[in-house]
């Protein structure tokens, strides 16, 4: 009698052991289950948290000329305040918009009928308007001017010799003034681009004007066709599609381009000094080089900013 209440005993222990055993490994089989799931919703809520990223770039003295025609037949142009609702702008939509994962300014182009005058080509292009919504105020060599800027090649197309197609991302353009224009009785104030900087096939290249004739009077250097175009320089850094600093400085009768705060190129020549009879504004962004069907580019601007 006694070994079977022994017996019996050892038998209620075994199972009140075997159920407890059970009992903690469910128990923590769902712990873990349940760590799991809030480590999920932890990363979930991180996720949702992620800020989203704008370019630094204030528009405020920047109007905007774009591939797409206006009602007039003429390419796009949006000057400020408009400019400054470029994100939800249908008219400027997809021709600069934002990327606000890598917070930047995306400057598309492509070919299309939207031109503009003396040219074949097409632009998503940043023009400097000292005073908002004025292109008739604007800024000589003598009164010295900066633009530096953080961009990128994002995209582009190939051209039938495999090299990259190239577009003009920088640019101080010459201006007539209103007596100028009318000395020379040109029907428009436009005058020749002083500083072309090109993106091109990977590097950063750069364009100037030359005067034909040094001994050019200061009214017969005013037409266009007294400038000739330099053989160009490149830099020795290729940036391929990273991102790079551009900065240009002009001061009285010099300008400097610098790429990546570590490599110069100065202008400091005759040709300068003479230039310093026209006005200037700065340009950016995205001023495609190409006519090839199906060509197009994508230029990203982090930061652009411009001081006097």
């Not at 591939?67 to 796009?76: D, Q």
């Not at 990128?152 to 920088?170: C, L, N, P, Q, V």
């Not at 290729?238 to 110069?264: A, D, H, P, W």
Request: with cysteine.
């Amino acid at each position: 009698m006694k070994n079977f209440r022994k017996e019996i005993l050892s038998i209620l222990l075994i199972t009140f052991l075997s159920v407890n055993a059970a009992c903690q490994s469910q128990k923590g089989s769902v712990s873990d289950s349940d760590v799991k799931v809030e480590k999920k919703a932890k990363k979930k809520k991180k996720q949702k948290k992620k800020k989203v990223k704008l370019p630094k770039i204030d528009l405020s003295h920047w109007s905007v000329t774009t591939p797409e025609l206006n009602a007039k037949g003429r390419a796009m142009n949006i000057e400020p305040p408009e400019i400054l609702n470029y994100a939800t702008d249908e008219r400027l939509l997809p021709y600069m918009y934002n990327d606000s994962t890598s917070g930047a300014i995306v400057f598309y182009s492509f070919p299309s009928e939207a031109t503009t005058a003396n040219t074949k080509y097409t632009r998503s292009e940043l023009r400097e308007q000292m005073v908002p919504g004025d292109n008739n105020t604007n800024w000589t060599f003598e009164q010295g001017a900066n633009m530096k800027g953080k961009l990128e090649m994002a995209e582009t197309t190939r051209a039938s010799d495999g090299k990259y197609h190239r577009t003009i991302i920088m640019q101080i353009h010459g201006r007539l003034t209103n007596e100028q224009r009318d000395l020379i009785g040109q029907k428009d104030n436009n005058a020749p681009p002083i500083l072309k900087i090109y993106w091109d096939n990977g590097k950063v290249r750069v364009k100037t004007k030359v005067l034909k004739n040094l001994s050019a009077t200061d009214e017969e250097l005013l037409h266009e066709d007294a400038w000739g175009d330099d053989e160009g320089f490149n830099f020795e850094q290729e940036v391929g599609f990273r991102k790079f600093t551009l900065e240009v400085q002009v001061s009285k009768g010099k300008m400097v381009v610098i790429l990546n705060g570590n490599e110069y190129k100065v202008y400091d020549d005759i040709h300068m000094k003479r230039w310093g009879v026209f006005e200037n504004y700065f340009k950016a962004g995205n001023y495609f080089q190409s006519r090839d069907e199906g060509a197009y580019s994508k230029i990203k601007y982090y930061e652009l900013e411009v001081s006097h």
